[in-house]
């Protein structure tokens, strides 16, 4: 096997061999590609977020269903690429899946995703219509915790493709793991509202997850202030 043949079967995109007179339902089955062969060469990270920079679409959610690069796979359902317009000019970000996100797919179907569609209707926009909602993480950790840095950092070659293939007017972090992964450096909410980051030339801009203003109700005050100038970053360019 040669280095790309190796990368590609770590990353689950190898050939799926099968023998001619294999049975049918055998072949049906979901390819072994996933489990590493013994023999197999290691993949340094860097290689890895060289070949996921390169992938189109279905490559990508190709890549990200099988992805077993770490811990989180061994928990979830599925993995979660994200939802919506994939020419969008809108991109929110959240942290992971939850449990209902995790059991259907799509990102921001629990009650922090009922909040948070509140929250785009109350500046004029939709999930789907122009809006592209995807993760930090894309595989449910545990628990709901908050994904291990390590975990951030290896889903992110991942949200940086997405972001390239989608090429959004502004981002939006939903909370600390989001903005963190984004702008690859701590960050406090607080302190980081009402102000425009960047990430390689588009504009980021942060406010509060959903699941914490479910918690924390008096700061949905503040998230409506944050909502504001989030709209108002579209309101003179072509994101209206
Ligand atoms: N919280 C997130 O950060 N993302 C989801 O998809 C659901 C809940």
Known sequence: MNRRESILREMGLGPSWQLRDRPAEAVAAPAAATEMPPQQAPVSADDRAALI???DWDQLKAAVADCRACALCKARK???LGVGDIEADWLFIGEGPGAEEDERGEPFVGQAGKLLDAMLDAIGLKRGDNVYIGNAVKCRPPSNRTPEPEETATCWPFLQRQIEL???KLI???????AQTLLQSEVKISS???????????????TYHPAYLLRNLPDKARAWEDLCFIR?????????
């Open 78 to 80: 599925q993995a979660v």
């Open 172 to 178: 939006i972090a939903l909370g600390r793991p989001a």
């Open 192 to 206: 980081s509202r009402g102000r425009l980051f960047d990430y390689q030339g588009t504009p980021v801009a942060v």
């Open 166 to 168: 989608i090429k959004p």
């Open 232 to 240: 108002f970053q579209g309101s003179g360019s072509r994101i209206q």
């Open 53 to 55: 920079a390169k992938m």
